[in-house]
């Protein structure tokens, strides 16, 4: 069936620090391919999308390429902050006899000053 | 817009009491969702509803219904609570059923605890 796989956290950075959150998926179909973000108390809300081999979604110094040959959608950026620190999940949707999105299990970051 | 919109936020009850979890959006979005949040778990889909009118099982249906009680508003009711459904709930929509690059909307959530 359908998964999505992260690496286990937590991930613990000091500020201005590089993060890669690692995702891979299971590479039945053509999904689209999604991060969602998750901070404290909060409902989950889109951090950026790829909807095609290739693509690259960004958002906030946020990046993810879709990567079809290696089957991964790897979250990355340049220089954490604080405010970064929150729950990440990476996720895919696609037509398998019906559209319902899979989520990764999440990886919590934590950044410190 | 408020979004989506979930009550209540926090919520105690007792094994075999009974519960409605309320869900509303103002987005005029046609399908809605309803997973729970397990640490280590990650989202795991209960029920959703594609378009109003219908709903169907997700991963985890058992000890739970729901309703699709109008375009907005999907409700979703422990009939009899055990400790095994102390979870976060969360509400989700989505502009339309069937779109490849839709973006999941979510609620705040519902923080049950069964005793």
């Known amino acids: 069936g359908n998964s999505v796989t992260q690496m286990e956290g937590p991930v613990t950075l000091s500020e201005e620090a590089f993060l890669t959150i690692n995702c891979t998926y299971t590479a039945t179909g053509y999904p689209s391919l999604f991060w969602y973000v998750q901070y404290p108390g909060e409902g989950l809300q889109l951090l950026l999308k790829a909807t095609k081999a290739d693509d690259k979604g960004s958002n906030k110094g946020f990046e993810a390429t879709y990567r079809k040959e290696t089957t991964s959608f790897h979250l990355e950026k340049g220089s954490v902050q604080v405010s970064d620190s929150a729950v990440y999940f990476c996720a895919r949707l696609s037509y398998e006899g019906s559209y319902i999105p899979t989520f990764g299990r999440g990886t919590s970051l934590i950044v410190h000053p | 817009n408020a979004g989506v919109t979930q009550t209540p936020k926090f919520q105690v009850l007792k094994t075999g009491q009974s519960m409605t979890l309320q869900c509303a959006q103002d987005?005029?979005?046609?399908?809605m969702y309803w997973y729970r949040q397990d640490p280590g778990m990650g989202l795991r889909l209960i029920y959703y509803?594609?378009?109003?009118?219908?709903?169907d099982k997700g991963e985890v249906p058992n000890g739970y219904n729901v309703s699709r009680l109008n375009k907005r508003e999907f409700s979703l009711r422990l009939e009899s609570a055990a400790p095994s459904q102390t979870s976060v709930y969360f509400c989700?929509?989505?502009?339309?059923?069937?779109?490849?690059?839709?973006?999941?909307?979510f609620g705040p959530g519902t923080r049950l605890t069964v005793l």
């Open positions: 987005m005029n979005h046609n399908s």
């Open positions: 989700a929509s989505t502009r339309e059923w069937g779109g490849p690059t839709d973006t999941q909307y």
């Open positions: 509803s594609a378009s109003e009118g219908t709903t």
